[in-house]
């Protein structure tokens, strides 16, 4: 049975999901900002909650995959597509607080997909 696992470009800001060696999903992404970098390594999914609010931000990080044990996740949020765009092309202020954020439809897609202990590889 082929294995499924989530990997993050950082310098690209893309999140492809991998089943085996055949890339099934590939989602434009926005990563931590400069004073939040987003870790890199090896990790898996941890747990997921479908409806989630961030205890420190005070902010909706619906389709959350907890990927880190310091509060890293890949979740939904909005201006993914702009946000991405900005941090492609060096304008590393836009970012997370070093989650992995995914537009409304593809969290969704993303969050369906992905088994809790997923691998999750960020580099």
Avoid at 13 to 37: I, N
Avoid at 59 to 77: K, L, R
């Amino acid at each position: 049975m082929a294995t499924k696992r989530i990997l993050v470009e950082l310098d690209r800001q893309v999140l492809t999901a991998v089943l085996g060696d055949t890339k099934v999903y590939e989602f434009d992404c926005t990563t931590g900002d400069s004073t939040h970098p987003t870790p890199k390594g090896t990790f898996k999914i941890l747990h997921k909650h479908e409806k989630y609010t961030s205890h420190k931000y005070k902010v909706p990080m619906d389709h959350a995959m907890f990927f880190t044990n310091t509060g890293e996740a890949i979740h939904e949020s909005h201006a993914v597509g702009f946000t991405s765009w900005a941090k492609y092309f060096g304008i590393g202020a836009f970012g997370s607080h070093g989650c992995v954020r995914l537009s409304k439809s593809d969290a969704t897609i993303l969050f369906q997909w992905t088994p809790v202990g997923t691998e999750v590889v960020v580099k």
